[in-house]
Structure formats: structure tokens, C-alpha cells
């Protein structure tokens, strides 16, 4: 049950070949142009297209790329009208997003393979914040994206400190903002002055912000697990999963697997988690053990192989 594909080559060939059905439409790119895009496609894998429109279903494509944590991303690839001539243009949640190196030779997989690259410079940038969702109390936002680098943090007694990381250099002395009463934040407000030449980027974030604020900072509160949102499976999104012979004993059951870190506390279904890490290739096997990270915080999971 893992995070399936939703455009097949079938389906992307048939928008392609199918007539325009009015007069408003976009005219059509040269028979050449779709040829091309297909030949690209394969190159990066038909099974990694994830959705595809635009003019003939082909001129915004979006691709599932794994990270080496195994967190999943979409890269959504816009073709313009003289592409190749002219790169494509990207979005995807990421804090920033890569130089595009372009030539009229390049081609769909050379961005691929680029935004892969991009990624890796993000790792310890995402580690970080995924340290600070962990350890620190995190009031705001309640479901971080991979792209957001500002972290609301409570400090006790309706004060909050208001983080923005550098998603270039995630080492380096963040940027803060005091929020709450004046009274209470004086000695806090005085103590990052003080000390913030004490950052090191060898510490780990919390660490650092403990010492420079000389402060015990509070640990976020025990997680709710029985939300209505947490019942979902966080790989399939669904709270039941469906009702067939090929699952077995899990045919129509819930969620069974909760994520150990309090920070996270996501619940999937063992099938989808277990298909999830199969498709990764920094999972481990262990006898009948499939051992991997949680595709939302990146903690240590382990999921059972032969369990029917």
C-alpha cells in the first residue's frame, strides 16, 4: 500500500494524443515535442510520476523523489512552450529551491538528478529542525512542511521565542524575536546578548539555544495520539485499508503502527509501512524485520515482514 503513482504511461499518452475540443484551447506543441517527453519520462521512471497536465497532459509534470532519509518529495517540472531551448521551471517544498545548470542538451533526469542533489545540502538542514520539533516545545506551525524554516517556541508563563533558521547555513546563530510580557523576557532578552557569541556550531540546536539563553527550555507536552487526524494512516491517508484477500488478516483493519517519537506520534497501517521502506534503499533487513526512519520525523521504525 505504498504511495502509488497516479499517472500511468497509458494516461499521459492518451491526453497526448487526444484532440483539442474547442476553440479556446492551447494549440499543440509538434508531434516531436510529446515524443521527446515520453523518451524523458522513461529515463526517469514512469512508476515516479506522480500527476501530469497542462497542454497534451504533459507540460507540468510532478516526480515522487526520495531523499536519503527516506522523506518523500514532489518536484513539480513545468515545461514552457520552447523547451528545451528555454529550462523548465520548479516548485516543491523546499526552503529554497537549486540553481538549475541548463543546456539545450539537458534533459528531464539531469533535473531530477540535480533536485537529488539538492536535497543531500538539505539533509542536516532538516535534521535540525527535525531536532527542534523533538526536543523543544513547538507551539506554531502545528504541521511544519519540509519548506518552512520559523519555529514558534514555548517558553513558559505565555512567553514564546520565534526562531527562523538559515536553511543555508542551519549551524549558525538563528534569528530570534522575543514574544510575551516585557517584564518576563528581560533576563532572557539579556542573556541572548550576553551570550550568543557561545553558539557552536558543533551542539546541537537545543543545546545551544539552553546556553545562550541560560535557560532550561521546556520539553513539548505528551501528544494526543487519539486525534481524529492521527487515526490516518500517514503513508495512504486512509483510516481503513481495503477490503481484500491478498492482505489477509489486515483486510479492513486500522492503523496498528504508531511512530515512537512523541513529537510525531503519525500512525500507519504495518502494510503501507512495510511497502513504504521496502521502496527505500537505506532500509535494512533483519531476519523478518524491516527496519528503517519514519517518513515524517525521520526516527527509527521497525516493521515485521511476515505478518499476515
Same mark, same amino acid.
Given at each position: 500500500?505504498?504511495?502509488?503513482? $497516479?499517472?500511468?504511461?497509458?494516461?499521459?499518452?492518451?491526453?497526448?494524443?487526444?484532440?483539442?475540443?474547442?476553440?479556446?484551447?492551447?494549440?499543440?506543441?509538434?508531434?516531436?515535442?510529446?515524443?521527446?517527453?515520453?523518451?524523458?519520462?522513461?529515463?526517469?521512471?514512469?512508476?515516479?510520476? &506522480? !500527476?501530469?497536465?497542462?497542454?497534451?497532459?504533459?507540460?507540468?509534470?510532478?516526480?515522487?523523489?526520495? /531523499?536519503?532519509?527516506?522523506?518523500?518529495?514532489?518536484?513539480?517540472?513545468?515545461?514552457? &512552450?520552447?523547451?528545451?531551448?528555454?529550462? %523548465?521551471?520548479?516548485?516543491? +517544498?523546499?526552503? *529554497?529551491?537549486?540553481?538549475?545548470?541548463?543546456?539545450?542538451?539537458?534533459?528531464?533526469?539531469?533535473?531530477?538528478?540535480?533536485?537529488?542533489?539538492?536535497?543531500?545540502? @538539505?539533509? /542536516? *538542514?532538516?535534521?535540525? &529542525?527535525?531536532?527542534? +520539533?523533538?526536543?523543544?516545545?513547538?507551539?506554531?506551525?502545528?504541521?511544519?512542511?519540509?519548506? &518552512?524554516?520559523?519555529? #514558534?517556541?514555548?517558553?513558559?508563563? +505565555?512567553?514564546?521565542?520565534?526562531?527562523?533558521?538559515?536553511?543555508?547555513? %542551519?549551524?549558525?546563530?538563528?534569528?530570534?524575536?522575543? @514574544?510575551?510580557?516585557?517584564?518576563?523576557?528581560?533576563?532572557?532578552? $539579556?542573556?541572548?546578548?550576553?551570550? #550568543?557569541?557561545?553558539?557552536?556550531?558543533?551542539?546541537?540546536?537545543?543545546?545551544? @539555544?539552553? $546556553?545562550?539563553?541560560?535557560?532550561?527550555?521546556?520539553?513539548?507536552?505528551?501528544?494526543?495520539?487519539?486525534?481524529?487526524?492521527?487515526?490516518?494512516?500517514?503513508?495512504? *491517508?486512509?483510516?481503513?485499508?481495503?477490503? /481484500?484477500?491478498?492482505?489477509?488478516?489486515?483486510?479492513?483493519?486500522? $492503523?496498528?503502527?504508531?511512530?515512537?517519537?512523541?513529537?510525531?506520534?503519525?500512525?500507519?497501517?504495518?502494510?503501507?509501512?512495510?511497502?513504504?521502506?521496502?521502496?527505500?534503499?537505506?532500509?535494512?533487513? !533483519?531476519?523478518?524485520?524491516?527496519?528503517?526512519?519514519?517518513? *515524517?520525523?525521520? +526516527?527509527?521504525?521497525?516493521?515485521?515482514?511476515?505478518?499476515?
Amino acid at each position: 500500500m505504498a504511495l502509488q503513482a $497516479t499517472a500511468s504511461r497509458e494516461s499521459v499518452r492518451a491526453a497526448a494524443e487526444r484532440e483539442p475540443e474547442g476553440e479556446g484551447e492551447a494549440p499543440r506543441r509538434p508531434a516531436a515535442f510529446y515524443s521527446s517527453v515520453f523518451a524523458q519520462i522513461e529515463e526517469v521512471g514512469w512508476e515516479r510520476l &506522480m !500527476s501530469s497536465k497542462g497542454d497534451g497532459g504533459v507540460s507540468c509534470l510532478v516526480f515522487r523523489v526520495l /531523499d536519503d532519509q527516506g522523506r518523500n518529495h514532489l518536484l513539480e517540472i513545468t515545461l514552457p &512552450m520552447n523547451y528545451p531551448s528555454i529550462p %523548465p521551471s520548479l516548485v516543491a +517544498d523546499v526552503p *529554497y529551491l537549486p540553481k538549475l545548470q541548463w543546456s539545450k542538451g539537458s534533459r528531464l533526469k539531469d533535473v531530477v538528478c540535480q533536485f537529488q542533489e539538492h536535497l543531500k545540502i @538539505l539533509q /542536516d *538542514y532538516w535534521s535540525i &529542525m527535525d531536532d527542534i +520539533d523533538k526536543v523543544l516545545w513547538v507551539v506554531d506551525p502545528t504541521k511544519p512542511t519540509f519548506a &518552512m524554516s520559523h519555529r #514558534r517556541i514555548a517558553l513558559g508563563d +505565555d512567553c514564546y521565542l520565534l526562531l527562523h533558521v538559515n536553511a543555508r547555513k %542551519p549551524r549558525s546563530l538563528p534569528e530570534c524575536r522575543f @514574544l510575551g510580557t516585557d517584564g518576563k523576557l528581560d533576563r532572557l532578552i $539579556t542573556n541572548w546578548r550576553k551570550y #550568543r557569541k557561545k553558539w557552536s556550531a558543533d551542539k546541537k540546536f537545543h543545546e545551544n @539555544l539552553s $546556553t545562550v539563553l541560560d535557560f532550561a527550555l521546556p520539553p513539548p507536552p505528551s501528544v494526543n495520539i487519539e486525534d481524529d487526524e492521527q487515526v490516518d494512516c500517514g503513508i495512504c *491517508y486512509a483510516k481503513h485499508l481495503p477490503i /481484500d484477500d491478498e492482505l489477509g488478516t489486515h483486510s479492513g483493519g486500522t $492503523t496498528d503502527y504508531t511512530c515512537e517519537n512523541p513529537s510525531c506520534s503519525r500512525a500507519f497501517h504495518s502494510v503501507c509501512l512495510r511497502d513504504w521502506l521496502r521502496a527505500i534503499t537505506t532500509t535494512r533487513q !533483519s531476519f523478518d524485520v524491516l527496519f528503517g526512519n519514519c517518513p *515524517y520525523c525521520s +526516527d527509527p521504525v521497525a516493521v515485521k515482514i511476515t505478518d499476515r
